[in-house]
């Protein structure tokens, strides 16, 4: 089975763009989470989706926004770029399950996006 | 909030020795799970191990075990034979346990201990 797929790996953009990241689950699994990794405040979760709806969210900026599409397909996108904003970007997918209280997440290999 | 603190931001260990990695977390919830999480310069994060907070035995999967001590909020990992494969970033994270139509609880991670491997 393929693993969580993250396109592009890396990627450069100047203060004020906006950038949008894809983020393919495993199959068969419903739900994708984001999280922001820096050398200064770690990882942190963005936020979640499950059938096509969010669920969770983070502690971040409104500029920060996702998306999941029918196929579980996920995106999330950043408008007008920060400096502060260059970070590794991971998503993980996972298959929830009614009545369950834990599922593993399994992760991408992330998006650098460097913020010039 | 619940918050991870690891305390050891860099770690060596010779190979085929043991080395074990600090964790501790601070939360007011009964039910929730512990993980190990390991991220090689790849920067594909993988699951380790898992920890069940309801469950006393200590998990163990294959090289690796934890020291859960749940009264004093603290969850080790302990690598033994250590290989030099192992050499990565290692994050110790909490997560809530999902109720229904909640969603997954995110992950909270800690800062991280960069482990090296000496050959």
């Known amino acids: 089975k393929a693993g969580v797929t993250q396109t592009p790996r890396y990627l450069i953009k100047t203060r004020g763009q906006q950038v949008t990241l894809s983020c393919s689950p495993i199959?068969?699994?419903?739900?994708v989470s984001w999280y922001q990794q820096t050398p200064g405040q770690g990882l942190q979760f963005l936020f979640e989706?499950?059938?096509?709806?969010?669920?969770n969210k983070g502690n971040f900026p409104g500029r920060f926004s996702g998306r999941q599409f029918s196929n579980s397909r996920s995106e999330m996108n950043v408008s007008t770029l920060e400096l502060g904003d260059s970070a590794l970007y991971l998503c993980?997918?996972?298959?929830?399950?009614?009545?369950?209280?834990?599922?593993?997440?399994?992760f991408g290999p992330g998006t650098r996006l460097t913020v010039l | 909030a619940q918050t991870v603190t690891q305390s050891q931001p860099e770690m060596s260990v010779q190979e085929a020795e043991t080395v074990t990695l600090s964790c501790t977390y601070d939360?007011?919830?009964?039910?929730?799970?512990l993980f190990w999480y390991k991220q090689p310069p790849s920067r594909q994060m993988i699951l380790v191990i898992r920890?069940?907070?309801?469950?006393?035995q200590n998990a163990t999967e294959n090289r690796f075990s934890v020291n859960f001590q749940k009264a004093a909020k603290s969850f080790s990992l302990k690598i033994s034979d250590s290989q030099l494969g192992d050499a990565a970033m290692y994050f110790c994270?909490?997560?809530?346990?999902?109720?229904?139509?909640?969603?997954?609880?995110?992950?909270?991670f800690g800062k991280g201990t960069r482990l090296s491997v000496i050959a």
């Open positions: 993980a997918s996972s298959h929830p399950r009614a009545g369950e209280t834990y599922n593993e997440q399994f």
């Open positions: 199959s068969g699994h419903r739900s």
């Open positions: 989706y499950f059938s096509e709806t969010q669920r």
């Open positions: 939360t007011s919830e009964s039910d929730y799970y």
């Open positions: 920890q069940e907070a309801y469950k006393q």
């Open positions: 994270a909490y997560r809530s346990a999902n109720y229904p139509n909640s969603g997954n609880t995110p992950l909270v």
